[in-house]
């Protein structure tokens, strides 16, 4: 007769015992403390690219390029989309997503971020290719850095990036355009 093998998962007691942690178990294997740092670091640069494709938005009154300004209309949407998806994900893992706009400010600014206000609407497009850019980079290093740790915020990171990815090759094809009207 075989020895029954002991299950690695906690019992529903132990799970009871540590329900303050929400969706964080003991399989849970990243620095949680870490994540949440890069999280709201990461949308605290969603916010600010936010505010900049608003700008740009209002700004893009050309009769040269009608689409623009529902393009960074679009894509301000979706900045504050993934501000709002990674809010929940920083929740759900025990931390508080940054509220305090000074404080959401200086970590984007810390991380290389903020918002500009270019005069020409190839300035605009490139400013925001830079911020795509950016975050491309942040995305690939924190989605490199937690995926066999945390797979549930790793997806979350892959979609971002690969919409982060979208964004960025649609600014550059704009400014190649752009560079053909010239």
Known sequence: MKKKKRSKHSSPKQLQKSIELGAVTKE???DAKQVI???NELRSTEIASYLQYKQHAYMAVSLFSPGFKAEFNAHANQE????DLL???IQQIGGVPIFDPEEIAEKA????VEPRQGRTMAEMIGQDLTLERQ??????????????TDPVTWLLVVQILAQTEKHAAELADFL?????VR
């Open 87 to 89: 809010a929940e994900r």
């Open 135 to 148: 975050q491309i980079e942040r995305y690939s290093v924190l989605a490199r850095n937690i995926q066999t």
């Open 28 to 30: 849970y294997k990243a």
């Open 80 to 83: 504050l989309e993934h501000a």
């Open 109 to 112: 600014r810390q991380a290389g």
């Open 176 to 180: 190649s355009r752009e560079a053909d």
């Open 37 to 39: 740092k890069e999280l």
